[in-house]
């Protein structure tokens, strides 16, 4: 099926910025509240939100099989399930619709009221309900930094990490959209010269940049899906911030992985941006170091070149960026990935999630946590306002963004910005 | 309120054999398919089962607060969502209708057609939509001895053992009902003396013989639950075979946790036993062997008396016991584990489940894992039919039971039981 919605000289009549992440060639899918407080499933060309259930009831998505309330449900998980070419039918009709040529709705004020929202008049939410998430640890960058500071400088990659794209399970349940602000967590940690531990506020909150995918169902139990064909289940991608709070982690990861230190809140972006809308940034990916098992090896482009970058934001004060990397230094691909969760025979559902890991390059500037910019906060962070920061301060707010550009077109995600608040007080509580 | 529906005098005009699990004392939920392929809602009595869904349309649960769907569903969440008073009233108005001195359903010959069912008419499903599940490790034996194994026998227990309830998240996608059957999985296994991985089906697929809990909407992100306040949010119990593959696990574990050594399958029993019906059977737990945490500590008796067994039935043979082991000998009771895992502001919700880790006793005839009762395969165990097992062979059958028994009051859970095929064969794909 023809990707039409991808194509580069397509205008819409919807007004869009120079440098906006949602051109026409983009055509994302969320889940919004509209100022009628009712919930339903959306796009965004510029600026504007698009509501999809209203656009299915006034028969603009005609000869397309969808269910009459497949929009009008508060999370994607049905339409991403409809699969991959539905997917399409639905992204190409959306791009002729609000193509510059196309004066059906343009022309038709009465619909155009009830379908288009400005971005001030709608609340995002979560896009799916994540059934299981995974958190890969793909970067070999941050895969050595983190075994350098934690363990052993000499041997800082563990012997399985060129095999295996190492992997664990991660929490649903704490898993929200950008603007959601999270507490500071506290847990049980171990004092450096102690043997007893103690109760109280991390005091080593982290972000870690990286990227999730959203997967459609995939296989049965005992069925696996070949690295070749794993793309087909991939729905699409957001930003993600795998907040980490990294005593506690020290504290509890051995030997069974992390738990609390991850389990208090991770953020995603609210856009799910298609693994189509993505096709023209494919490229390759590091060579493998080691040679690789038959059911991890892969044919073609399996990499997506992606601008990632990474900002704090004190209280009352400018922004200050801290990184900027790139989704293509990722070792293992998703399609690996996707093939190596399921070669034991475990399902995949619609709206499961899988994180990237924290993704680093090769340079200091180009890490993907604190813990590596500040290298364990030896190395603090010179704010807009003077201040430093080794890890993030309550109040904070951290603010992720990503786009991919070629030829004049940028596809880009928005963001991920959570602000830290000081630990819950349940005096305030509900 | 009182648990009216624990009598012990109580007894029903429904057949209960003298040992059978089920007796009007349990009164457990779960899902079934009936004979007309209608999913329902159901609890159990002796032999049969029982339509909850059709109860409450004849109007048996007036004057109770429930929705009139809450039994015609095929999952228990809302149900379980309602709360512990509603299932209290539920529990209780279901110990008076099958009550021996009340006739009305009794003498009703055609609502007891609508709401009865013999077992063999019926088809158990999974109880609950299991958001997120996570296993702990809180068997003190089992952490001793998987680390004299493993790691140091001087040093089995890691240094934070005795301070944190252990714990992981593990996958949901692959919890299945007792009766549903396992493929061996393949992966990635490291050889003894080889610095190459190879990839194969697993040669050491074990099972972990644990308990499983499920929760209610218990707090949202940020807050906690306070141990002496844990309960109210625990639902009921189910028996729980944590399928592991010991070769695949050793390879991957490091540095983040079990992955795929686990989550090609995890079998539960199918019927939940409220915490209310196991309130007679709440004893001591062993005492800390160091200094707990103040969130940690609590008052009264949070650990329950629960005997436990595991037996292997070759194909064509009979089955042999291979370990007798108790609930009890657990370290970490439920209640602390769930005040650990929401201290950081970790969400819990309806349907969620948490695994207690394999249960071990003292005694070597109380382990509960393979791993554990052949000591990494050096003690094999002989079977009813003279083969030997080191771990589970291609069609072997697992079965796990468990009962309370006190004051000539039994309370069981019935069992989960899982064959174990060979691998997954593509070819015979749906």
């Known amino acids: 099926m023809p990707l039409s919605a991808n194509n580069p000289d397509r205008s819409s009549w919807l007004h869009v910025s120079k440098n906006s992440d949602f051109p026409i060639q983009n055509i994302p899918f969320g889940v919004f509240l509209t100022r009628d407080d009712i919930i339903t499933i959306g796009t965004r060309i510029g600026d504007t939100a698009i509501d999809l259930g209203a656009l299915h009831q006034l028969g603009y998505f005609e000869g397309i099989p969808l269910t009459d309330d497949i929009f009008l449900q508060d999370t994607l998980n049905d339409f991403i399930a409809d699969g991959r070419k539905t997917w399409r039918l639905v992204r190409n009709r959306i791009a002729e619709i609000f193509d510059s040529n196309n004066t059906k709705l343009k022309n038709n004020l009465k619909h155009k009221e009830i379908v288009c929202f400005r971005l001030d008049e709608i609340e995002m939410q979560l896009p799916v309900q994540i059934g299981d998430y995974t958190d890969f640890y793909s970067s070999i960058e941050h895969a050595k930094n983190v075994g350098t500071m934690f363990r052993d400088p000499e041997n800082a990659l563990m012997p399985n990490w060129l095999h295996i794209p190492v992997g664990y399970h991660g929490r649903s349940s704490s898993i929200i959209p950008s603007g959601i602000p999270v507490h500071r967590p506290q847990g049980q940690t171990m004092p450096a010269d102690s043997d007893t531990p103690v109760f109280g506020p991390s005091k080593l909150v982290d972000f870690e940049l990286e990227m999730a995918f959203i997967t459609t169902d995939a296989n049965d139990l005992g069925e696996s899906i070949p690295v070749n064909e794993a ?7 957001v930003l993600f911030n795998d907040w980490s709070a990294r005593d506690i982690q020290k504290w509890e990861y051995v030997p069974l992985g992390p738990f609390l230190a991850k389990s208090f809140a991770s953020s995603i972006s609210p856009w799910i941006v298609t693994l189509d809308a993505l096709e023209p940034f494919k490229i390759d990916g590091p060579k493998p170091i080691k040679p690789q098992l038959p059911y991890l090896q892969f044919k073609g482009k399996k990499s997506y070149d992606i601008n990632l970058e990474v900002s704090l934001k004190p209280k009352g004060a400018k922004e200050s960026i801290l990184s900027k990397t790139n989704f293509k230094y990722m070792y293992w691909n998703m399609s690996q990935q996707l093939a190596h969760h399921t070669i034991n025979g475990c399902p995949v559902n619609s709206g499961d999630m899988m994180g990237s890991g924290t993704i680093s ?24 306002d003077g201040t430093e920061r080794k890890f993030i301060n309550d109040n904070d707010t951290v603010i992720m963004r990503g786009y991919c550009e070629k030829d004049g077109t940028r596809i880009g995600f928005g963001e991920v910005s959570t602000q830290l608040l000081p630990i819950f007080n349940p005096k305030k509580k509900k």
């Open 231 to 237: 793309e087909e289940y991939i729905f699409g991608l």
């Open 361 to 384: 390059g090769a340079t200091p500037d180009t890490y993907g946590s604190m813990l590596e910019l500040t290298w364990r906060g030896e190395k603090p962070i010179k704010m807009s």
